[in-house]
């Protein structure tokens, strides 16, 4: 009996939660109500995105969705990264300064296409920069999660956090 109380109790402060918080979209728990999300390609970029629920605003899921990609770059050991709103602008090298985040009728979501980059390259971002502009919304012991990608960096290495 106590364990459905608990249940219940759980599911009431899920559902009565407000804005989807950091995490990723594939957790059992929270994933539902939105949350981080990248996989690899096609060839070496990376798909990322991040989706919020009703309660969320949209600058709070770009910043989500920049962090992330920050993040991504920093567990390759990749001190650049140029982020693409599509296939189309990586073929053609059109890297994005704007915003890439869409309101829906669910909740704001986005997604970008990511290069990371071993050198600095005109309009890719700093990996290092980014992490601190978004420092003050990175969940505590953040620094290095591992990716949701299973796809492998130049050096064969999976996707991890910290692989060396």
Not at 63 to 79: F, G, H, T, V, W
Request: with cysteine; proline share 5%.
């Amino acid at each position: 009996m106590t364990r459905a109380i608990a249940t219940a109790m759980l599911i009431a402060s899920l559902l009565t939660g407000c804005a989807t918080g950091y995490h990723s979209a594939t957790n059992p728990l929270l994933g539902w109500t939105g949350g981080y999300w990248d996989k690899p390609g096609p060839g070496e970029l990376i798909k990322v995105g991040f989706a919020g629920n009703g309660y969320s605003k949209e600058a709070k899921v770009e910043d989500y969705l920049m962090l992330r990609c920050a993040e991504i770059a920093q567990s390759r050991n990749k001190p650049y990264f140029s982020v693409y709103g599509s296939i189309a602008e990586a073929v053609i090298d059109q890297r994005r300064t704007e915003r890439l985040v869409t309101p829906v009728t669910n909740g704001p979501s986005g997604y970008a296409y990511i290069l990371l980059e071993d050198q600095a390259k005109p309009g890719a971002l700093v990996t290092a920069d980014v992490l601190k502009q978004y420092a003050h919304i990175r969940p505590q012991g953040a620094g290095n999660t591992p990716t949701d990608t299973k796809a492998q960096d130049a050096s064969g290495q999976s996707g991890k956090a910290g692989a060396q």
